[in-house]
């Protein structure tokens, strides 16, 4: 047959055939050929020695084209197959590999196991053409610079309410913290920035976006102006009351880290949790504790320099009164305020015009003039009037008009009464008469 005279070789091979042809024909001696192939004379020994045996085809190796002696068996392969179909749907190579070995005892590489997955359709190669951007240095200390953001997503894939991934990742060395919130608001910033500065201490920095949770859209006003200040959001304000500074981002692609970090754990996170059957925010935030600790130990790495620049807590420092949502309101003249739609009433005497109503992220309100708590009850209905009461009050007589007589003084000296000055109305009478 006409196909078994072609013989499949490779550039380097055919390269190689051509010298050897040269060494056979007796026009380059053996220690010419290995200097221009980079090859040792044993080897060009062997190679010719080859050749002469079994003509063109010698230059081949002679292990292509039968199977690898490292090649797993074809039921491991079966069995992997299924696993992904039936269990682990969805999976990327590598984490496919993690399970396969922390949960089914099986050791298969990721590429072996995306070559698999390619060959029976079941994922697909995609290359991704990425947009190129400056690149920026790390900070150098762990704690001189936290990156945090909210990522709204179906986290529990329908077995639950969508939740919010409030995270925070060290600039320096991928240190990670999270938690799950019902939204992304002042508040959950709050609580999960307290949780993060208990387990890690206060950093230098932190890297946001300009959601309005943590860059305040509101214009300044006439005292703003005079003092060159712009109007700070409750986050921004309780941030800089702890000394942090806040950094602004313009992009998500500036704050790339936590991005990439939102990518990564909803891929993988999700999964985790799919296979522990996880439907509500307590279990998923449970969850988190024990995943944090594994992903921590796996991706953090060391800080190009060495030290930590978290500060402690400070001892007088009350994070409850710091870390809350504060509202100035008018005390009225009957001790009472107006916020949220409810009237409230201070009990107890007030000396000052202004109060600060605070909202603490553990559901609590309180109320604070001059640095002190005041004690204060909810007014849930208005006071009622009592109807007879009020009807005698509607009926009650008009007040009677006194109309004087003609001989009455004010009408016999009209001119005079209109002064009512004592000494201007004796002068006059004295000049009439």
Known sequence: MAGEDIIMVSQRELKRLHII?????????????????????????????????????????GLRGKPSSRMLPKKVKEKA????????KGFGPTLLSEKLLELEGIKISKE??????????????VRKSRTHRQWRERKHYFGEMVQMDGSHHDWLEGRGNELVL??????????????????????????????????HGIPISIYLDRHTTYKSTGKPTIEDELANKL????????????????????????KGRIERLFKTLQDRLIKEMRLKGIRTKDEANEFLKHYLKGHNKRFVFKPAK?????????????IDRILCI??????????????????????????????????RVDGSM????????????????????????????????????????????????????????????????????
């Open 21 to 61: 042809q040269k060494v056979l024909n007796e026009k380059l001696s053996q220690v010419e050929a290995g200097e221009i192939l980079l090859l040792s004379d044993r080897q060009i020994r062997r190679i010719v020695s080859k050749i002469r045996q079994e003509g063109d085809k010698g230059i081949r190796h």
């Open 112 to 125: 072996t196991l995306r070559n698999w997955l390619i060959e029976t359709g079941d994922w697909e190669k």
């Open 326 to 359: 504060k509202t100035k309101r008018t005390l009225r003249n009957d001790f009472t305020i107006s916020h949220d739609g409810n009237l409230y009433q201070i009990t107890e005497r007030v000396n000052g015009k202004e109060v600060i109503v605070e909202e």
């Open 166 to 199: 409030m995270a925070y990742i060290d600039d320096a060395t991928n240190t990670i913290f999270a938690r799950f919130y019902d939204y992304e608001g002042t508040i959950p910033a709050m609580d999960s920035f307290k949780r993060y500065i208990k387990r």
């Open 81 to 88: 197959i299924k696993f992904y179909r039936e269990k682990y």
């Open 366 to 433: 309180h109320i604070i003039c001059d640095n002190r708590r005041l004690k204060f009850k909810e007014i849930t209905s208005r006071p009622v009037i009592d109807k007879v009461t009020e009807q005698k009050t509607i009926q009650s007589k008009p007040k009677k008009v006194c109309i004087p007589p003609k001989n009455h003084p004010w009408k016999r000296y009209p001119v005079i009464n209109r002064y009512r000055h004592k000494d201007m109305r004796e002068t006059l009478l004295t000049e009439t008469s």
């Open 231 to 254: 109007p700070k959001s409750q986050f921004e304000r309780a941030l800089e009351e702890l000394g942090v500074i806040v950094i602004h981002a313009y992009s998500p692609q500036a």
């Open 306 to 318: 060495e030290g930590d620049l978290h500060r402690g807590i400070p001892k007088d420092a009350d």
